[in-house]
Nanobody, 125 residues
Framework: QVQLVESGGGLVQPGGSLRLSCAAS????????MGWYRQAPGKQRELVAR???????NYADSVKGRFTISRDNAKNTVFLQMNSLKPEDTAVYYC???????????????????WGQGTQVTVSS
């Protein structure tokens, strides 16, 4: 059974930094891309940053230059370093694993998307 477990959220003052981590566990063979999405109250979930297994990254315009996504493929872990945080960054942040393939009883699965449970990030003075 695949699980994505996030950590690192919390309360920080404007201008501060946080580092989010997400580790995927299970009988994982490969993950095409991992990413972070966020959802603020009353708003739709939006992409924050995404990184492929080959290291190609893309970011939301609102976080470019402030956030950095990185990934440890061997450990199926993705990180989001968030600097110069603003109140508008306040949201629940969700980890996503895209086209994750597992092997069970020698059978390779198709690729499926998985989500973490979310971690709250609050930027406030």
């Amino acid at each position: 059974q695949v699980q994505l477990v996030e950590s690192g959220g919390g309360l920080v003052q404007p201008g501060g930094s946080l580092r989010l981590s997400c580790a995927a566990s299970g009988s994982i063979v490969s993950i095409y891309a991992m990413g972070w999405y966020r959802q603020a109250p009353g708003k739709q979930r939006e992409l924050v940053a995404r990184i492929t297994s080959g290291g190609i990254t893309n970011y939301a315009d609102s976080v470019k230059g402030r956030f950095t996504i990185s990934r440890d493929n061997a450990k199926n872990t993705v990180f989001l370093q968030m600097n110069s945080l603003k109140p508008e960054d306040t949201a629940v942040y969700y980890c996503n694993a895209e086209r994750l393939r597992t092997v069970v009883d020698g059978i390779l699965s198709s690729g499926f998307d998985y989500w973490g449970q979310g971690t709250q990030v609050t930027v406030s003075s």
